[in-house]
Nanobody, 125 residues
Framework: VQLQASGGGLVQAGGSLRLSCAAS????????VGWFRQAPGKEREFVAV????????AYADSVKGRFTISRDNTKNTVFLQMNSLKPEDTAVYYC???????????????????WGQGTQVTVSS
C-alpha cells in the first residue's frame, strides 16, 4: 500500500484545514486508515482512525469534537477535517494503514504497516 498525505499548511488559531490521504496498491476498502502526528521534540501520537468499511471511528481526546475523519472508497481517499485549530495542533501529520481487524490496537502506531510521508500543519496564535 502506498499512501500520499496532503493538505497541510499554515493557519491561524481557530481556523480549519482538511488533510487528505490517497492510497494505492491495494483494495482500499480492505485497509483501515489512521492519522498520527508528531510535534517537534515529542513522540508521535494517535489522532484518529476509521475502520475499513467506514462508519466506525475513534479519536484522541485532544481532538474529539474538533476533528472529523471520513473516507471515500470510490476515490481511495481518507480525509481529516480539522476545525477550531489550536497552536498545540502544530505538528507533522502522518496517515497510516493496515489490514488488521483488531480494533483495540488502533491507537498504537506499531499496529500500522504502511505510512505516508507526512504533511506539516502549523497553527499560529
Amino acid at each position: 500500500v502506498q499512501l500520499q498525505a496532503s493538505g497541510g499548511g499554515l493557519v491561524q488559531a481557530g481556523g480549519s484545514l482538511r488533510l487528505s490521504c490517497a492510497a494505492s496498491g491495494q483494495t482500499f476498502n480492505s485497509i483501515r486508515v489512521g492519522w498520527f502526528r508528531q510535534a517537534p521534540g515529542k513522540e508521535r501520537e494517535f489522532v484518529a482512525v476509521i475502520k475499513r468499511a467506514g462508519g466506525i471511528t475513534a479519536y484522541a481526546d485532544s481532538v474529539k469534537g474538533r476533528f472529523t475523519i471520513s473516507r471515500d472508497n470510490t476515490k481511495n481517499t481518507v480525509f481529516l477535517q480539522m476545525n477550531s485549530l489550536k497552536p498545540e495542533d502544530t505538528a507533522v501529520y502522518y496517515c497510516a494503514a493496515d489490514h488488521s481487524v483488531i480494533w483495540s490496537e488502533v491507537r498504537n502506531q506499531h499496529a500500522y504497516d504502511y505510512w505516508g510521508q507526512g504533511t506539516q500543519v502549523t497553527v499560529s496564535s
